[in-house]
């Protein structure tokens, strides 16, 4: 995790850095789900799979090509998939 840290330095100096954090495993996740009027509560991970969410990172990127630019450093830090995304309804900076 050091080599993610030393990434997270450079966004920060980059000014993209807002935000990282890793999760906890997903045995200890709690999965709610709305059914009718009601709401399941069910332990442990709703998605089965190999790969699931370890934690995640948000940056300011000015267009997805610099987005990917700091998705390819974190893959080649943390040595796992990343996965880039826009959020919905990104604020104007």
């Known amino acids: 995790m050091r080599?993610?840290?030393?990434?997270?330095?450079?966004?920060?100096a980059a000014g993209a850095w807002m935000f990282a954090g890793g999760l906890h495993a997903p045995s200890?996740?709690?999965?709610?789900?709305?059914?009718?009027?009601?709401?399941l509560t069910?332990?442990?991970?709703f998605a089965e799979g190999e790969e699931l969410l370890g934690g995640l990172a948000v940056i300011r990127a000015a267009d997805l090509d610099e987005a990917l630019r700091w998705g390819r450093e974190l893959a080649r830090a943390t040595t796992?998939?990343?996965?880039?995304?826009p959020f919905h309804d990104q604020p104007e900076s």
């Open 28 to 39: 200890t996740a709690t999965v709610l789900k709305a059914q009718g009027s009601g709401m």
């Open 80 to 85: 796992l998939p990343i996965e880039v995304r």
């Open 3 to 12: 080599d993610a840290g030393a990434v997270n330095d450079e966004m920060r």
């Open 42 to 45: 069910a332990d442990g991970p």
